[in-house]
């Protein structure tokens, strides 16, 4: 019944989300999701499409995904559950333009993701950031354990959490590579499939698709429903979200 209900309200909501597309709903999230789980090129999607019948150029799936895959994020975002009181958190670099950037992220000791955020730089003005939208906008209990690496604008960013109110007035920060290690490898199951050459063209692309490329691992991990949680199930999941029958099915 809750889950019904869930489903008929995205419905209602998502009427407008596919409105003047020339392709029918499932086939753009099919594309959408496609770009976000697998390590496929926008032209090996076109490809892919031309073997079953659909022209379009790879240009327009480019579209579909700058469109899409921040909705994925921002409806999934509303299954995640409160996580456990010890977090680690890291930021890696992603390539823009031909320069690094830096990519901020959390994830509880369990490996359950927290929240991203992708950045210019990589100071004390970013980690405040990153903590201010990570204690905000998730369903987080205040965390008692943080684990970061070396980084020197990590304790002033955690104090300043703490006297925003954001967080509890001790919180433990330690630092250790080896505890460090979970989230680095979550790293790379997230930047597996981002472009390789050259990195992506603007910052606002980036942005929107690695908001996509971090829902998309939201849900292969799962949140936390009964029973197994196969890809069919995920993509029950998102056809539940923009309301129509079917994805990714022949």
């Given at each position: 019944m809750i889950l019904t209900a869930i489903a008929d309200k995205l419905?209602?909501?998502?009427?407008?989300?596919?409105?003047?597309?020339?392709?029918?709903?499932?086939?753009?999230?099919?594309?959408?999701?496609?770009?976000?789980?697998y390590p496929l090129s926008y032209r090996d999607l076109e490809e892919m499409f031309l073997e079953r019948g659909f022209e379009v150029d790879h240009s327009t799936i480019n579209r579909w995904v700058l469109a899409y895959a921040p909705l994925i994020e921002k409806r999934l975002r509303r299954f995640q559950k409160p996580h456990c009181g010890s977090v680690r958190i890291d930021e890696t670099y992603v390539k823009i333009r031909g320069k690094?950037?830096?990519?901020?992220?959390?994830?509880?000791?369990?490996?359950?993701?927290?929240?991203?955020l992708l950045t210019a730089k990589r100071d004390l003005d970013a980690a405040k950031r990153f903590f201010r939208k990570m204690l905000r906008s998730t369903p987080l209990?205040?965390?008692?354990?943080?684990?970061?690496?070396g980084a020197g604008t990590f304790p002033p960013a955690i104090q300043g959490s703490v006297d925003e109110g954001l967080l509890a007035s001790d919180p433990l920060h330690y630092v250790t590579k080896h505890l460090q290690q979970g989230i680095e490898s979550d790293h790379f199951r997230l930047k597996k499939n981002m472009p390789k050459?050259?990195?992506?063209?603007?910052?606002?692309?980036?942005?929107?698709?690695?908001?996509?490329?971090?829902?998309?691992?939201?849900?292969?991990?799962?949140?936390?429903?009964?029973?197994?949680w196969s890809v069919r199930d995920q993509n029950d999941l998102l056809a539940v979200l923009f309301g129509i029958e079917k994805v990714n099915e022949a």
């Open positions: 419905k209602r909501q998502s009427k407008d989300d596919f409105k003047g597309r020339q392709f029918e709903a499932h086939l753009i999230i099919q594309a959408v999701s496609w770009y976000l789980r690094w950037r830096y990519l901020y992220r959390a994830i509880d000791k369990h490996g359950n993701s927290i929240d991203f209990l205040s965390p008692g354990k943080i684990g970061t690496d050459v050259g990195g992506f063209r603007s910052f606002n692309s980036a942005r929107k698709t690695i908001a996509g490329f971090e829902a998309m691992l939201w849900l292969k991990k799962g949140f936390d429903f009964a029973g197994q």
